[in-house]
């Protein structure tokens, strides 16, 4: 296989571990591979949009979604380290308001696949990260959608001792966010 699938805690978002080969000139993988993926995770997925972020230390994005154009993400870290997490807002799920949080980062080279019907967010832990993530679908400002980071109904365990006494960098928007019981949700 040339990547290990690992479920997290919500088991439709996976953990992708690429086969890395290394030497003493460095390092080769590949980041992408359509019939591979399918073969690891049974998931058949059509990207249409590749974006890229870097962030300074501290900096929190999300907890992002889009109701009307739902998006799956493959989210990689190519430099730095971030927490990333997702949260079901799938209504009729079992595991609805539930969380899952995986360190990414350039050096452990795991990728997180998080299907649509989920939000999305991350906090840098590293003095700057990049981040690349491919989606299912385009952006759509209308029908993105913001859930409160630190809303007690989700008790995300965000590695805030990571920051060293900062406080979390957010925007506006972020800082602005729904709380799951009044957020828009997947039915």
């Not at 460095?26 to 998931?43: H, I, P, Q, Y």
């Not at 799956?72 to 079992?94: A, C, I, M, Y």
């Not at 920051?163 to 729904?178: E, N, Q, V, Y």
């Amino acid at each position: 296989m040339p990547f290990t699938v690992t479920p997290t805690t919500l088991s439709e978002v996976l953990i992708l571990e690429p086969k890395v080969f290394g030497d003493d000139r460095g390092f080769f993988l590949e980041s992408f591979n359509e019939r591979d993926f399918l073969n690891s995770t049974g998931l058949s997925v059509r990207f249409v949009q590749d974006n890229h972020s870097q962030s300074k230390k501290g900096v929190m994005r999300g907890l992002h979604y889009q109701l009307d154009q739902p998006q799956g993400k493959l989210v990689r870290v190519t430099q730095g380290e971030v927490f990333d997490v997702s949260v079901n807002l799938q209504r009729n799920h079992p595991k609805f308001g539930q969380w899952a949080g995986v360190h990414l980062s350039a050096q452990n080279k795991k990728q997180l696949w998080i299907p649509p019907g989920f939000a999305h967010g991350f906090l840098v832990l590293s003095e700057s990260a990049d981040v690349m993530y491919k989606t299912t679908d385009y952006y759509s400002p209308t029908a993105e959608r913001c859930l409160l980071w630190n809303d007690p109904a989700l008790a995300i365990a965000w590695p805030l001792s990571a920051l060293a006494g900062i406080a979390p960098t957010l925007t506006p928007k972020d800082l602005a966010g729904s709380h799951l019981a009044t957020a828009d949700v997947f039915v």
